[in-house]
């Protein structure tokens, strides 16, 4: 069974700068394909970034410059680094494993972008 657990969201004033990690235990995490997304308060969750095995990237229009999605396969583990964070970044923040069809969640990480 795959589980996801995210860390590193927080409290960071606007211009700053965070770092999320996203760990997997069990499945092979090597041929995931892996995605961050962010649920703001009363909209929809939406995809921020994704990583592929081969490590190819895309990236919402919104975060596009300020984001950077990467993955480190010997510490089954994929990041977020946050640049430049604005007000409207706030959001619980998911990763997400996909693969054959199949996929799991993590439980999110709360980012608060405010002075």
């Known amino acids: 069974q795959v589980q996801l657990v995210e860390s590193g969201g927080g409290l960071v004033q606007p211009g700053g700068s965070l770092r999320l990690s996203c760990a997997s235990t069990?499945?092979?995490?090597?041929?995931?394909?892996m995605g961050w997304y962010r649920q703001a308060p009363g909209k929809q969750r939406e995809l921020v970034a994704v990583i592929t095995s081969t490590g190819t990237t895309n990236y919402a229009d919104s975060v596009k410059g300020r984001f950077t999605i990467s993955r480190d396969n010997a510490k089954n583990t994929v990041y977020l680094q946050m640049n430049s964070l604005k007000p409207e970044d706030t959001a619980v923040y998911y990763c997400?494993?996909?693969?054959?069809?199949?996929?799991?969640w993590g439980q999110g990480t709360l980012v608060t972008v405010s002075s």
């Open positions: 997400k494993a996909a693969w054959g069809g199949l996929d799991a």
């Open positions: 069990g499945g092979i995490f090597s041929i995931y394909v």
